[in-house]
């Protein structure tokens, strides 16, 4: 077998680094795409407690970000992820759904809430959505860039 | 864990960028690889070709609505193959490392 030098594994080495640091590069979400989630979720727990008869529209233009927001963002990217592929990632991934649910579930299930606690609740979700997606981001990036072969 | 195992196909430096990346992906356009890559259609056709007969990467053309796109997967041997390559490529790295330490010279 054709002997190779340590200087061209390492150029090898780095050139897979850089490779998955351009990709990525290219797979950070627009700044736009968190507070749409978060608005459309917080928009979903709004209107849940507070105004029945609007539910159905609601849902539906929830649905609608649902769909479309995932495969924008693909068609943006050219690229669908391996997510999660860490254990850091997993529990972001995590945080980050409870950070939708949790408030969403209360509304759901506690139908005597005031006006205040639904307005919290949909700030909550908003909030969440938006810093704790960013922070799911940076792990979705880390994933792509580590140094070793993914599992 | 991976065995270390240096793989010819992989290691010419545009298919090893393009299993850098898609081994970090559940796949990529190929658009994405070319921009990625910098080259040409045809050279990145090329060197996709040569993956695939190795049985390392799928291509896929998804038909619907507007223009279609071809998505490149990387397989699970593709994966095993390139885990491998990186195993001994950071195997030889470390072994040039050791062999220069002033420990291994008995400084």
């Given amino acids: 077998m054709e002997n190779h030098s340590s200087d061209d594994a390492r150029r090898s080495l780095e050139t897979i680094g850089a490779s998955r640091q351009e990709i990525a590069g290219r797979m950070t979400r627009p700044r736009w795409y968190y507070p749409v989630m978060g608005v459309l979720m917080a928009q979903l727990v709004l209107v849940y407690g507070l105004y029945e008869e609007l539910r159905m529209l609601s849902l539906v233009l929830w649905l609608i970000g649902a769909f479309w927001l995932p495969r924008l963002y693909v068609a ?37 809430l005031s006006v205040g606690v639904v307005v919290v609740l949909a700030l909550t979700s908003l909030i969440s959505t938006i810093v704790i ?19 | 864990m991976t065995e270390p195992r240096f793989n010819e196909v992989i290691h010419a430096p545009n298919r090893l960028r393009i299993c850098a990346i898609l081994a970090a992906v559940d796949r990529a356009e190929f658009a994405t690889l070319r921009e990625s890559l910098g080259v040409a259609d045809s050279v990145l056709s090329k060197h996709l070709g040569a993956l695939v007969v190795a049985g ?22 593709g994966r095993e193959a390139f885990a491998g390559h990186v195993a001994e490529l950071q195997q030889i790295v470390t072994t040039a490392e050791l062999g220069s330490s002033p420990l291994s010279r008995g400084e």
């Fill in chain 1, 133 to 151: 997606g960013q922070t799911l981001d940076v792990a979705y990036r880390a994933d792509v860039c580590r140094d070793k072969e993914l599992p």
């Fill in chain 2, 56 to 77: 390392y990467v799928v291509l896929d053309k998804p038909t619907g609505k507007g223009r279609v796109k071809t998505w490149a997967t990387m397989t699970g041997a």
């Fill in chain 1, 76 to 112: 943006r990217t050219g690229v669908v992820g391996r997510f999660p592929a860490t254990l850091r990632s997993g529990l972001v991934w995590t945080l980050f759904l409870l950070g939708l649910l949790i408030p969403m579930g209360v509304t759901v299930l506690r139908d005597d």
